[in-house]
């Protein structure tokens, strides 16, 4: 049977507030979400097809909202990984309303926690990328949650499309992706190198709080109180 993660990819990307740009300047947005169209219609011409969002504001939620858009042509999946319930309540209006049209335009959603805990975050990130063998980032060496889920990513093997500044230019000239400095790392995608993923995943039903698949001591995706 096929890895699912041969066709999975996930996204992981800057807050608002972090972005090299403001959010009200038209000009930068459309040029990023351009970007990410490309990046995800690349993918799609690649074999993927299920593609992940951790759905916070910023790059997550522009990341989703151009799944949704290439969803329009192809047959693919947005997945939302939620780190805890409430996750917008902070969001500006703004950013709340498009959280929930992705949500409700979303094919599965998966809840971390009920609450939030300390270390929600990274487990929604080690899960997506766990989950994928392509990661589409924005990152320019800025510190936090988007330099840790890139660097265990390539620690993983996966691929990274890396739309910061700096490549957007080549990723308009060129999706020859294995000709520019996009992609770090091979794929693994069998053998005794990859970690263990729950078998609920091989039938898109592991949207669901937990299995027995392993032990609940070693399942990193098993919520704790």
């Not at 930068?28 to 759905?55: I, N, P």
């Not at 950013?95 to 809840?111: E, F, G, I, T």
């Not at 805990?117 to 924005?138: A, K, P, Q, T």
């Not at 996966?158 to 400095?181: C, K």
Request: proline letters at 5%; glycine letters at 4%; a neutral charge.
């Amino acid at each position: 049977m096929q890895d699912p993660r041969s066709h999975t990819c996930c996204f992981s990307g800057y807050r608002p507030e972090k972005m090299p740009f403001r959010t009200y300047d038209p000009d930068a947005v459309q040029a990023l979400e351009a970007a990410l169209d490309r990046a995800v219609e690349y993918a799609v011409s690649q074999g993927y097809h299920t593609f992940l969002s951790g759905m916070a504001a910023g790059f997550d939620i522009w990341a989703a909202e151009a799944v949704i858009r290439a969803r329009a042509h192809h047959d693919i999946r947005l997945l939302c990984a939620v780190p805890h319930d409430h996750q917008s309540d902070r969001f500006a209006p703004s950013w709340k309303k498009r959280y929930n049209v992705c949500l409700v335009n979303s094919d599965a959603v998966r809840v971390f926690a009920s609450n939030y805990f300390s270390g929600c975050f990274s487990v929604r990130n080690r899960f997506m990328v766990d989950s994928s063998s392509l990661l589409i980032c924005y990152f320019d060496g800025q510190a936090g949650g988007t330099a840790q889920t890139v660097h265990y990513a390539q620690s993983s093997g996966l691929h990274i499309i890396n739309l910061s500044p700096r490549t957007y230019d080549q990723l308009a000239l060129s999706l020859r992706v294995a000709e520019t400095d996009f992609i770090a790392g091979p794929f693994r995608l069998s053998g005794a190198d990859l970690p263990p993923i729950c078998k609920q995943f091989s039938n898109f039903s592991l949207f669901r709080p937990s299995c027995d698949c392993i032990p609940a001591s070693e399942c990193v995706y098993l919520v704790r109180d």
